[in-house]
């Protein structure tokens, strides 16, 4: 089997709009949740959120693009554009025929839903735009990145709720892996902070209030976010050959199913995605230096997740560190993977450790260090990236320093 | 409803979804040659149906089959005069 290696990256997100700007708040500790900007707030109880401000389409589409891309296709194009620019490849021929985008959502155009149910049930017109059903459907941004730069192998969608992310780029690393495609585009998006989309999650009373604070005692939930993180992932002889940068290696994944509960989370299955990805990718849990947590700020989420590092790493798991960055850009549902693989990759590469901010109180049942509120150096040989979904969809990636 | 008003207000929506000025726009020109693809088309009808307040019959898996012709810039004025006059007359 071939070795995968990370050769660009592009991001949108709460914390900022690139991912030297992403990175340089993960160093800071900065706080990307603020009050909500959308039609309707004062209907919400839930009214905080890791929303993208000062982003302005029309600067980035123009007036036809604008009628085809929901907001979750522009946080994607806006991100791919980055990733591609950097790994600076031109897609053409046989590369082209092989190299495709696997992206993840949970949602998909969901204010696209929104503002069209809107139309019809509350303002009671009879008549949508054409666009509608190209605009919201989930693969839409794949296709989009496909048309963009002429990626004509495979692509599509994946939607495995908060794993969308995980679950895509693992489709997309076994893809170089096996010699399928030299380079495949690949990460996730989301954006569900319009009314509908908060005011189903807020049915779940598992929203937070004020802050996401993972890990932390008086934590009391989890708090949503937006935007886009994507991926080139490419073959490492043909990244070496052309001489393209690499940030980090692609060394392993693994994915489980709970089997369980449609929401609450399992240690077993947690557990077996860890220690799948690390068998996966052969290292031992001792090379492991760093994990970027699931670490959703739910009570039980992170205990869950903790309790699991804890079989699975042994004595170990008091000496790693696991950082839930959640507490800064939220939990971007389908997208949250793709932007915490940035976490990773400036683990691995920079020798930073992203921290978990707004951490307040230990609390004994998650008793790992979460590097709490303040960035950390450490060289790290490996980081993994956690990924539990609702429905018990677990996915697990494995990155190494090169 | 001023029906010249109609000719002028048809042409603003097919310039802008040619990405033309209006002046540009020649009577006689088919979608086609002003670059409108199947997926243009059907924005701009829906772009006339809502400036009208009317319901313009059109399928796009069989343009021939309603009375509304797309053939030219000329034949969907005429035709969007006719659905004025039959909708609101």
Same mark, same amino acid.
């Given at each position: 089997m071939?070795?995968v290696?990370?050769?660009?990256?592009g991001t949108?997100?709460? $914390?900022?709009? +690139?991912?030297?700007?992403?990175? #340089?708040?993960?160093?800071?500790g900065?706080?990307?949740?603020?009050?909500?900007?959308?039609?309707? /707030?004062?209907r $919400?109880?839930?009214?905080i959120?890791?929303?993208?401000?000062?982003? !302005?389409?029309? &600067?980035h589409?123009?007036?036809?693009?604008?009628?085809?891309?929901?907001?979750?296709? &522009?946080f994607? %194009?806006?991100?791919?554009?980055e990733?591609?620019? &950097?790994?600076?490849?031109?897609?053409?021929?046989?590369?082209?025929?092989?190299?495709?985008?696997?992206l993840?959502?949970?949602?998909?155009? /969901?204010?696209?839903?929104?503002?069209?149910?809107?139309?019809?049930?509350e303002?009671?017109k009879?008549?949508v735009?054409?666009f509608?059903?190209?605009?919201?459907?989930?693969?839409?941004?794949?296709?989009?990145?496909?048309? !963009?730069?002429?990626?004509?192998g495979?692509s599509?969608? /994946? +939607?495995?709720?908060?794993?969308?992310?995980?679950?895509?780029?693992?489709q997309?690393?076994?893809m170089?892996?096996?010699?399928?495609?030299r380079?495949?585009v690949?990460?996730?998006?989301e954006?569900?902070?319009?009314?509908?989309?908060?005011?189903a999650? !807020?049915?779940l009373?598992?929203?937070?209030?004020?802050?996401?604070?993972?890990?932390?005692a008086?934590r009391?939930g989890?708090?949503?976010?937006?935007?886009?993180?994507?991926?080139?992932? #490419?073959?490492?002889?043909h990244?070496?050959?052309?001489g393209?940068?690499? %940030?980090?290696e692609?060394v392993?994944?693994a994915?489980?199913?709970?089997?369980a509960d449609?929401?609450?989370?399992?240690?077993q299955?947690?557990?077996?995605?860890?220690?799948?990805a690390?068998?996966?990718?052969?290292?031992?849990?001792?090379?492991?230096?760093?994990?970027?947590?699931?670490?959703?700020?739910? $009570?039980?989420?992170d205990?869950? #997740?903790?309790a699991a /590092?804890?079989?699975v790493f042994?004595?170990?798991?008091d000496r %790693?560190m696991? +950082?839930?960055?959640?507490?800064?850009?939220?939990?971007?549902?389908?997208?949250t993977?793709?932007?915490e693989?940035?976490?990773?990759?400036?683990?691995?590469?920079?020798?930073?450790?992203?921290?978990?901010?707004?951490? !307040?109180e230990?609390?004994?049942?998650?008793?790992?260090?979460?590097?709490?509120n303040?960035?950390?150096?450490?060289?790290?040989?490996?980081?993994?990236?956690?990924?539990?979904?609702?429905?018990?969809?677990n996915?697990?990636?494995?990155?190494?320093?090169? | 409803?001023?029906?010249?008003?109609?000719?002028?207000?048809?042409?603003?929506?097919?310039?802008?979804?040619?990405?033309?000025?209006?002046?540009?726009?020649?009577?006689?020109a088919?979608l086609?040659?002003?670059?409108?693809?199947?997926?243009?088309?059907?924005?701009?009808?829906?772009?006339?149906?809502?400036?009208f307040?009317?319901?313009?019959?059109?399928?796009?898996?069989?343009?021939?089959?309603?009375?509304?012709?797309?053939?030219?810039?000329?034949?969907?004025v005429?035709?969007?005069?006719?659905?004025?006059a039959?909708?609101?007359?």
């Amino acid at each position: 089997m071939g070795r995968v290696v990370i050769t660009g990256a592009g991001t949108i997100n709460p $914390l900022g709009q +690139s991912v030297p700007q992403t990175l #340089e708040a993960m160093r800071e500790g900065r706080c990307g949740i603020g009050q909500l900007e959308l039609r309707d /707030v004062d209907r $919400l109880a839930v009214r905080i959120g890791g929303q993208v401000k000062g982003f !302005e389409a029309e &600067q980035h589409f123009n007036r036809q693009q604008l009628a085809l891309y929901d907001r979750f296709t &522009q946080f994607t %194009l806006i991100a791919a554009r980055e990733a591609i620019a &950097q790994a600076g490849l031109e897609f053409s021929g046989e590369l082209a025929a092989s190299s495709g985008v696997v992206l993840g959502t949970a949602g998909g155009g /969901v204010s696209t839903w929104d503002e069209n149910y809107r139309t019809v049930y509350e303002e009671g017109k009879n008549r949508v735009h054409p666009f509608v059903v190209p605009k919201l459907m989930n693969n839409a941004a794949a296709s989009h990145v496909s048309m !963009e730069y002429n990626l004509k192998g495979p692509s599509f969608t /994946v +939607s495995t709720a908060c794993a969308s992310s995980n679950h895509a780029m693992a489709q997309a690393f076994q893809m170089v892996r096996l010699g399928m495609s030299r380079v495949m585009v690949t990460g996730g998006s989301e954006s569900m902070l319009c009314f509908g989309g908060v005011k189903a999650w !807020e049915g779940l009373r598992v929203m937070s209030r004020d802050a996401c604070r993972p890990f932390s005692a008086n934590r009391n939930g989890m708090v949503q976010g937006e935007g886009a993180g994507v991926f080139v992932f #490419e073959d490492y002889d043909h990244a070496r050959a052309r001489g393209a940068e690499i %940030l980090a290696e692609v060394v392993g994944f693994a994915m489980t199913s709970d089997a369980a509960d449609i929401v609450m989370p399992s240690k077993q299955g947690a557990a077996r995605a860890m220690a799948g990805a690390l068998r996966d990718a052969g290292v031992a849990g001792e090379q492991v230096g760093y994990i970027n947590a699931h670490g959703t700020g739910t $009570l039980a989420n992170d205990k869950t #997740e903790c309790a699991a /590092v804890a079989d699975v790493f042994g004595p170990h798991a008091d000496r %790693l560190m696991i +950082s839930s960055t959640k507490s800064m850009h939220g939990h971007l549902i389908g997208g949250t993977g793709a932007v915490e693989l940035l976490a990773c990759i400036m683990a691995v590469r920079d020798g930073v450790i992203a921290p978990t901010i707004g951490y !307040e109180e230990p609390d004994p049942e998650c008793a790992l260090d979460v590097v709490p509120n303040a960035a950390r150096e450490a060289e790290v040989d490996v980081a993994l990236s956690n990924a539990f979904a609702f429905g018990g969809l677990n996915a697990v990636l494995a990155l190494r320093r090169i | 409803m001023e029906m010249t008003n109609v000719r002028d207000r048809v042409i603003r929506i097919i310039a802008e979804q040619a990405v033309l000025e209006p002046s540009d726009i020649r009577p006689e020109a088919t979608l086609d040659e002003l670059g409108i693809d199947s997926l243009g088309v059907v924005e701009s009808i829906f772009a006339i149906e809502e400036a009208f307040d009317i319901s313009v019959p059109f399928n796009a898996n069989e343009p021939q089959a309603s009375d509304f012709d797309i053939s030219s810039v000329d034949t969907i004025v005429a035709g969007i005069e006719r659905l004025i006059a039959e909708q609101h007359g």
